[in-house]
């Protein structure tokens, strides 16, 4: 009996009507593998993974293969993105054995839950060196029933082996001036100068690494730092990863030209490069920097947001070509024949030009991804208006790739604090409602009455899956920005309780140490620990982030301690590989300025208020924390005990325990808080 018909996750729904016998993970699916005396097959993906898609159509939409698994094993199935808990144990295993790891991820268990045999994708028949999947079958199942001490013998080293990678965390150091400038050089030896971003192909969006070098820029005023940063964001906005029609970033390119995505569309991606494009246009006053922000906000507001208010994780990469096959990438590539048959030759051939389209094509069987190659001369901006137009109503007229509609919390913190901040710069109100929109939802549906947060829900339904600490610091920070943005103290109380759990529940009162699961969540093999970034802040950096800037709105010393006790692993493995702890360095920078914290106290809508809360929010000082309301306000800690200067609207700025005298003059407050001209 597949037993996933009931779940929330649209990755499980999706196997709900295969042959084989899903389990999703819970303790009943181990009993019943102890029960029977099998082992446990775990299969982890995601609703948008490509190959996690063509597995479960030539393995476990087989009534031949599913048959086999389900007298041989029990199946369990796991959306990695509602358990990153469970995915983290076990990929690491895999990664350990394998030396490399993905999805799909399919792993071999004991009924203990101890892991054996690793794999990833593995094809219907042999391949590339691959076996057949049924023969991985047929092996595992034997050595379980001819070699079971063996099999046990392997797990048990398995186990003890993952043990002894926790992290030996035992200096609380924070870092200096000295390893932030070792992690710039870093930087610097694998910055492609060519092309920008860093390393190879395939080449992922850097959102963290800039937003670190953004802060570097601006503490320091180091060029190079802020040439990266710009450089990297204009080849990517230029390159086929961004989708120059309906805006938004793909998960990451195949080439190291940008050229080429792969195409599905993640909501943490475009929430972090939303806040990195408003980041560098507050620095730098960049026209594309401002349209790609906005283009991505209104992406995620068009494209992502939920009939509750919330934001849906994913769009695939896969859509119907109009023949009935699901092909990646369908949805985004044109042919110069699809050009032509929108727009006439004319507006075709300026098309072609503008966006590399060409005839032999730059994806696939002659299509193209369109890009904005760097043009001599003078475009008539109006005509490609129109066509880009055109080309946008002609998309969707197309079979759309398919939404995972699923509600993350670590996401959507990650996107209110993007629209908040990018509805702010721009003074687009709508963008800051839809960011309370998301906030509500959470607050409604997500939180407990013990403020404690759920991982996931969808269709107004919340999931079973407690709350990560990426949940708890991510949300935390969506609502800090919110606070800043609207004054409104409510966000930055539920901040607080959510960073109190941060305390209590997910930090080690000996080290100062971080973990990704609370203290009283399921057990497993192991307690994941990683502080590392990857497609996400790791819950470590962004509760590092939050408890520093939640410290700075209130004055909690608990919070501050346990931000620079975090903050430790920074100072060991920022100037060792600062590509994979970019919000880690942001939230040092951060720390070593301070960070400012920045009272504006004024009336409500008076003008000169919101100019000050403005300048106040386009200040570069790394962190900076913000906080505006009447002068008698109660709403914000910072607030108390400032009057208002002469009777007028007034800033006050402080920063290590020093304050400067306040001012009433918006180009006084710009200076004091490293912000380039006036926007």
Same mark, same amino acid.
């Given at each position: 009996?597949?037993?996933?018909?009931?779940? @929330?996750?649209?990755?499980?729904?999706?196997?709900?009507?295969?042959?084989?016998?899903?389990?999703?993970?819970?303790?009943?699916?181990?009993?019943?593998?102890?029960?029977? #005396?099998?082992?446990?097959?775990?299969?982890?993906?995601?609703?948008?993974?490509?190959?996690? *898609?063509?597995?479960?159509?030539?393995?476990?939409?087989?009534?031949?293969?599913?048959? =086999?698994?389900?007298?041989?094993?029990?199946?369990?199935?796991?959306? $990695?993105?509602?358990?990153?808990?469970?995915?983290?144990?076990?990929?690491?295993?895999?990664?350990?054995?394998?030396?490399?790891?993905?999805?799909?991820? @399919?792993?071999?268990?004991?009924?203990?839950?101890?892991?054996?045999?690793?794999?990833?994708?593995?094809?219907?028949?042999?391949?590339?060196?691959?076996?057949?999947?049924?023969?991985?079958?047929?092996?595992?199942?034997?050595?379980?029933?001819?070699?079971?001490?063996?099999?046990?013998?392997?797990?048990?080293?398995?186990?003890?082996?993952?043990?002894? $990678?926790?992290?030996?965390?035992?200096?609380?150091?924070?870092?200096?001036?000295?390893?932030?400038?070792?992690?710039?050089?870093?930087?610097?030896?694998?910055?492609?100068?060519?092309?920008?971003?860093?390393? #190879?192909?395939? &080449?992922?969006?850097?959102?963290?690494?800039?937003?670190?070098?953004?802060?570097?820029?601006?503490?320091?005023?180091?060029?190079?730092? %802020?040439?990266?940063?710009?450089?990297?964001?204009?080849?990517?906005?230029?390159?086929?990863?961004?989708?120059?029609?309906?805006?938004?970033?793909?998960?990451?390119?195949?080439?190291?030209?940008?050229?080429?995505? !792969?195409?599905? &569309?993640?909501?943490?991606?475009? +929430?972090?490069?939303?806040?990195?494009?408003?980041?560098?246009?507050?620095?730098?006053?960049?026209?594309?920097?401002?349209?790609?922000?906005?283009?991505?906000?209104?992406?995620?507001?068009?494209?992502?947001?939920?009939?509750?208010?919330?934001?849906?994780?994913?769009?695939?990469?896969?859509?119907?070509?109009?023949?009935?096959?699901?092909?990646?990438?369908?949805?985004?590539?044109?042919?110069?024949?699809?050009?032509?048959?929108?727009?006439?030759?004319?507006?075709?051939?300026?098309? /072609?030009?503008?966006?590399?389209?060409?005839?032999?094509? @730059?994806?696939?069987?002659?299509?193209?991804?369109?890009?904005?190659?760097? !043009?001599?001369?003078?475009?008539?901006?109006? $005509?490609?208006?129109?066509?880009?137009?055109?080309?946008?109503?002609?998309?969707?007229?197309?079979?759309?790739?398919?939404?995972?509609?699923?509600?993350?919390?670590?996401?959507?913190?990650?996107?209110?604090?993007?629209?908040?901040?990018?509805?702010?710069?721009?003074?687009?109100?709508?963008?800051?409602?839809?960011?309370?929109?998301? +906030?509500?939802?959470?607050?409604?549906? *997500?939180?407990?009455?013990?403020?404690?947060?759920?991982?996931?829900?969808?269709?107004?339904?919340?999931?079973?899956?407690?709350?990560?600490?990426?949940?708890?610091?991510?949300?935390?920070?969506?609502?800090?920005?919110?606070?800043?943005?609207?004054?409104?103290?409510?966000?930055?109380?539920?901040?607080?309780?959510?960073?109190?759990?941060?305390?209590?529940?997910?930090?080690?009162?000996?080290?100062?140490?971080?973990?990704?699961?609370?203290?009283?969540?399921? &057990?497993?093999?192991?307690?994941?620990?990683?502080?590392?970034?990857?497609?996400?802040?790791?819950?470590?950096?962004?509760?590092?982030?939050?408890?520093?800037?939640?410290?700075?709105?209130?004055? /909690?010393?608990?919070?501050?301690?346990?931000?620079?006790?975090?903050?430790?692993?920074? &100072?060991?493995?920022?100037?060792?590989?600062?590509?994979?702890?970019?919000?880690?360095?942001?939230?040092?920078?951060?720390?070593?300025?301070?960070?400012?914290?920045?009272?504006?106290?004024?009336?409500?809508?008076?003008?000169?208020?919101?100019?000050?809360?403005?300048?106040?929010?386009? #200040?570069?000082?790394?962190?900076?924390?913000?906080?505006?309301?009447?002068?008698?306000?109660?709403?914000?800690?910072?607030?108390?005990?400032?009057? %208002?200067?002469?009777?007028?609207?007034?800033? =006050?700025?402080?920063?290590?325990?020093?304050?400067?005298?306040?001012?009433?003059?918006?180009?006084?407050?710009?200076?004091?808080?490293?912000?380039?001209?006036?926007?």
């Amino acid at each position: 009996m597949n037993r996933l018909a009931h779940e @929330t996750s649209p990755y499980l729904l999706q196997h709900a009507d295969n042959p084989v016998d899903w389990w999703p993970w819970s303790a009943e699916a181990f009993d019943e593998a102890r029960k029977r #005396g099998v082992p446990v097959l775990l299969s982890v993906g995601y609703s948008s993974c490509h190959w996690c *898609h063509v597995m479960a159509h030539e393995s476990f939409e087989d009534d031949a293969t599913a048959a =086999y698994l389900n007298e041989h094993f029990v199946n369990v199935k796991v959306d $990695r993105e509602e358990r990153p808990d469970v995915d983290a144990v076990y990929m690491e295993a895999v990664q350990a054995a394998t030396g490399q790891g993905g999805w799909p991820m @399919t792993v071999f268990l004991t009924p203990e839950a101890e892991p054996f045999y690793f794999g990833t994708y593995f094809p219907p028949a042999p391949r590339h060196g691959m076996p057949a999947f049924r023969q991985v079958l047929e092996g595992v199942s034997s050595a379980w029933s001819d070699r079971r001490d063996e099999v046990a013998e392997v797990a048990g080293n398995i186990v003890r082996d993952l043990a002894t $990678r926790e992290i030996s965390y035992t200096s609380a150091e924070i870092p200096g001036e000295e390893e932030l400038a070792q992690a710039l050089l870093g930087l610097t030896r694998e910055y492609d100068a060519t092309r920008g971003g860093f390393g #190879g192909a395939p &080449k992922f969006p850097p959102s963290m690494v800039i937003e670190f070098l953004l802060r570097h820029a601006a503490r320091t005023g180091s060029e190079g730092a %802020l040439q990266m940063a710009a450089d990297t964001c204009e080849r990517m906005a230029r390159g086929g990863i961004y989708d120059q029609l309906g805006g938004g970033f793909a998960r990451y390119s195949v080439d190291r030209e940008w050229v080429v995505p !792969h195409f599905e &569309k993640m909501l943490y991606d475009n +929430a972090l490069l939303c806040r990195v494009y408003a980041h560098l246009w507050r620095a730098t006053g960049s026209e594309l920097a401002r349209r790609v922000a906005l283009e991505t906000a209104d992406f995620m507001v068009g494209e992502l947001r939920t009939n509750e208010g919330g934001f849906a994780s994913a769009l695939d990469a896969d859509s119907d070509d109009g023949t009935g096959r699901h092909v990646e990438g369908a949805y985004y590539v044109w042919t110069p024949e699809q050009l032509t048959e929108t727009l006439g030759e004319a507006d075709a051939a300026l098309a /072609a030009q503008h966006f590399g389209v060409t005839q032999e094509g @730059t994806f696939e069987e002659g299509a193209s991804v369109l890009q904005l190659p760097q !043009h001599e001369g003078v475009l008539d901006a109006e $005509r490609l208006a129109s066509i880009r137009e055109r080309l946008l109503a002609k998309r969707a007229e197309r079979p759309a790739p398919g939404r995972d509609d699923k509600i993350v919390a670590a996401w959507n913190g990650l996107a209110i604090a993007a629209l908040a901040e990018t509805g702010a710069y721009f003074e687009r109100p709508d963008l800051v409602d839809a960011a309370i929109g998301a +906030a509500d939802l959470l607050v409604r549906l *997500h939180l407990d009455d013990r403020a404690r947060l759920a991982r996931t829900s969808k269709d107004g339904q919340v999931g079973a899956n407690a709350g990560v600490l990426e949940d708890y610091a991510d949300v935390a920070e969506g609502f800090l920005a919110l606070a800043s943005v609207t004054g409104e103290g409510v966000w930055l109380e539920f901040a607080g309780f959510l960073l109190d759990h941060v305390l209590v529940q997910f930090t080690d009162p000996e080290s100062g140490a971080l973990f990704d699961t609370a203290a009283d969540a399921e &057990k497993l093999i192991r307690r994941p620990q990683d502080p590392t970034d990857n497609a996400t802040p790791s819950g470590w950096s962004a509760a590092a982030g939050a408890l520093l800037s939640y410290a700075a709105l209130t004055g /909690a010393e608990p919070h501050r301690t346990a931000a620079e006790g975090a903050l430790g692993v920074v &100072k060991a493995l920022g100037p060792r590989a600062p590509r994979f702890i970019g919000w880690g360095l942001a939230a040092a920078e951060a720390l070593l300025d301070g960070p400012r914290e920045v009272a504006i106290v004024g009336p409500a809508g008076h003008p000169a208020t919101t100019a000050l809360h403005r300048t106040a929010l386009l #200040g570069t000082a790394p962190g900076a924390v913000v906080a505006v309301g009447a002068a008698d306000s109660d709403e914000l800690p910072l607030l108390a005990g400032r009057p %208002l200067v002469g009777g007028e609207p007034a800033a =006050y700025v402080c920063r290590h325990f020093t304050c400067d005298a306040p001012t009433t003059d918006p180009e006084q407050l710009r200076a004091a808080l490293g912000a380039a001209a006036e926007r």
